[in-house]
């Protein structure tokens, strides 16, 4: 059976080992998303505090920190959750198969909420400064929520049947926040909220908001589920913790999740915004203040014996790395059934997820041709970047299935191995001007505002990726350290970034100095700020190359040209990924935090 609490969790994880105590009371500005992050990176346990500085409740986090964890949560659930996703994607599966699918039906039934009034008597009340003051990187602007679950409903069809639970940060303090008063509401463009506040702004009311932080671990994995169309989070979270979402509305009307350990309510009003963050992110760079949704708070409630739940982003891998790992268990197969000719997708973590995609499609078009070209997986590209989320992706690198049938997106040097063996500069690049991305991403124009541009390869391999430099290569002024990083791919140090004009410039040199040159097994140069560092490792190359440039603005090439508004080049591909002045910083940790958090042994 599935968890009554996020208490009985926290009680299984400990007896089965998956589970570490803090008894020594800890500092939430800094030091407990340190000691979380120290944890995390050793692929280590949850983590109880159960003394925080400044409030009188304790907090938990790294529950999904490893997919192990995880899966053992969900120990009786995930494989019919899994069968009810499948067959909510392909419903004749239970016509061809009914005994393998005949536990789908029980938690069908685990998947309605539970309405009762009797489940308020649980609740006290407190203020928004009792809860834990959680700073996890030192430009914060603030303590903020960072495992939430944000409920709110459709004005034109309320009731939880249709409400929106997404997991959107919430400011708890700073700015110009009201103390106790006011919250900052941060969510990001094609989220469910965003269509819940403009239905309620036409209509002139405020949008009544519930947050929910805590309660069953099936409830916040929930909130971040990619669900498919009419799925409701409610029931979803339901059916996956094996047990009825209960519920009840309070006397101002107001939804609460009769399992949170803790329900912030509040309202916003049409147009009625304020300043938040900077918030350190998961792409590895602040997010900076921008003016986001303000919540006027109504009520602060918590359970008797109440748990916190947090969790630090940053860098990848992070604890929101583990998952996805998860999600991918639960859903990998549900997308490709919805796109046609769509075989495997990978939102590649170490980029930052939405800044690259990875995707394998089939190539059906022209079978009666002897040379195949990307024709139908461009049709799937399009597909991906008008579905949900996955229209905020920056890069899409898609491969037809044909040319190898063993190809796997999650091994990211072997997929772009294979694309820059065989994709056609002159033809292969499609770009997206003028469009949207994703908010936390600052390579772009303005936030939410950027390129996006599709790598297509189909067809027999046309190179040979080398694996040293080619033979006389030989730089330019201003062009300094350089290193292979995979076969056919070279990062090369410049001087810092100034300019566009600047940038044109030494892309002009780079084209002088190599027209002499052979540079058949060159596919792509980069040009960054440390080459070395970005050479490192395979990781460090996808998150310096995609999550620092903006394709239509960075990418250039050695003998580029523009035919018919079509873009492309005769030899290796050129992207600009140096650090620019519009880029967020990225997370430091502070040194002093590190050497003091040391006490624990960690």
């Given at each position: ?49 159960e003394k925080i500085k400044g409030s ?139 269509v819940h506040q403009s239905k309620a ?402």
């Amino acid at each position: 059976m599935g968890y009554k609490s996020l208490a009985e969790c926290v009680a299984d994880l400990e007896k089965h080992g998956h589970l570490l105590r803090i008894k020594e009371e800890v500092d939430p500005y800094l030091e407990m998303a340190a000691i979380h992050l120290r944890v995390y990176e050793q692929k280590g346990p949850a983590l109880f505090f159960e003394k925080i500085k400044g409030s009188p409740f304790p907090a938990v986090s790294n529950l999904f920190g490893t997919l192990e964890r995880s899966k053992f949560m969900f120990r009786d659930s995930l494989q019919r959750v899994g069968q009810l996703v499948d067959l909510r994607s392909d419903p004749i599966k239970a016509l061809k198969n009914p005994f393998k699918f005949a536990g789908a039906g029980l938690t069908a039934f685990s998947a309605l909420p539970m309405q009762q009034q009797l489940f308020k008597s649980a609740f006290q009340k407190t203020t928004i400064s009792q809860l834990p003051q959680i700073v996890n990187w030192p430009m914060d602007g603030g303590p903020f929520i960072t495992m939430p679950q944000v409920y709110t409903e459709d004005a034109d069809q309320p009731g939880v049947m249709n409400a929106n639970l997404g997991m959107y940060r919430i400011q708890l303090a700073g700015n110009e926040y009201i103390k106790d008063q006011e919250v900052g509401l941060h969510y990001q463009i094609h989220r469910g909220i965003g269509v819940h506040q403009s239905k309620a702004n036409a209509k002139g009311i405020p949008l009544k908001v519930s947050i929910f932080v805590g309660g069953p671990p099936s409830h916040p994995l929930a909130a971040v589920m990619p669900l498919p169309e009419g799925l409701s989070e409610m029931t979803f979270a339901g059916a996956l913790g094996n047990r009825r979402f209960r519920y009840f509305y309070d006397d101002e009307g107001f939804c609460i999740s009769a399992d949170a350990d803790f329900v912030i309510t509040g309202t916003v009003q049409p147009g009625e915004n304020k300043p938040e963050g900077p918030f350190g992110d998961h792409l590895g760079y602040y997010s900076l203040s921008h003016p986001f949704p303000l919540l006027k708070v109504h009520n602060v409630y918590h359970r008797k014996d109440a748990i916190w739940s947090f969790t630090v982003v940053g860098r990848p891998p992070q604890e929101d790395t583990s998952f996805g790992a998860l999600i991918h268990e639960i859903t990998g197969s549900a997308l490709p059934q919805e796109i046609h000719g769509l075989k495997e997708v990978n939102a590649v973590d170490a980029a930052g997820v939405h800044p690259l995609l990875f995707a394998i499609g089939s190539e059906r078009y022209t079978p009666f041709l002897k040379e195949r070209r990307p024709q139908e997986i461009l049709t799937i590209a399009n597909h991906i970047l008008g579905k949900n989320q996955l229209s905020l992706a920056k890069y899409v690198f898609i491969a037809a299935r044909e040319d190898n049938e063993n190809l796997d997106t999650h091994d990211i040097e072997v997929f772009l191995h294979h694309i820059l063996s065989r994709i056609d500069f002159s033809r292969d690049l499609h770009f997206y001007t003028q469009t949207t991305i994703d908010t936390l991403d600052y390579s772009g124009e303005g936030l939410n505002s950027g390129s996006k541009v599709v790598f297509a390869a189909a067809g027999e391999q046309k190179r040979v990726l080398s694996v040293t430099e080619p033979a006389g290569f030989r730089f330019p002024d201003n062009f300094n350290d350089h290193h292979m990083v995979m076969p056919g791919v070279m990062a090369i140090s410049i001087s810092p970034y100034k300019n566009a004009a600047e940038t044109e410039l030494l892309v002009s040199e780079l084209n002088l100095q190599l027209k002499d040159i052979s540079l058949e097994g060159l596919a792509l140069i980069i040009l960054c700020d440390d080459a070395a560092f970005t050479a490192e490792t395979i990781n460090n190359f996808v998150w310096v190359t995609f999550t620092r440039s903006n394709p239509a603005a960075d990418i250039y090439g050695i003998g580029a040209f523009t035919k018919d508004k079509h873009w492309g080049c005769a030899g290796p591909l050129v992207i600009d990924a140096r650090k620019k002045p519009h880029h967020a910083p990225e997370l430091i940790k502070d040194a002093e935090v590190e050497r003091r958090i040391d006490r624990f042994g960690i």
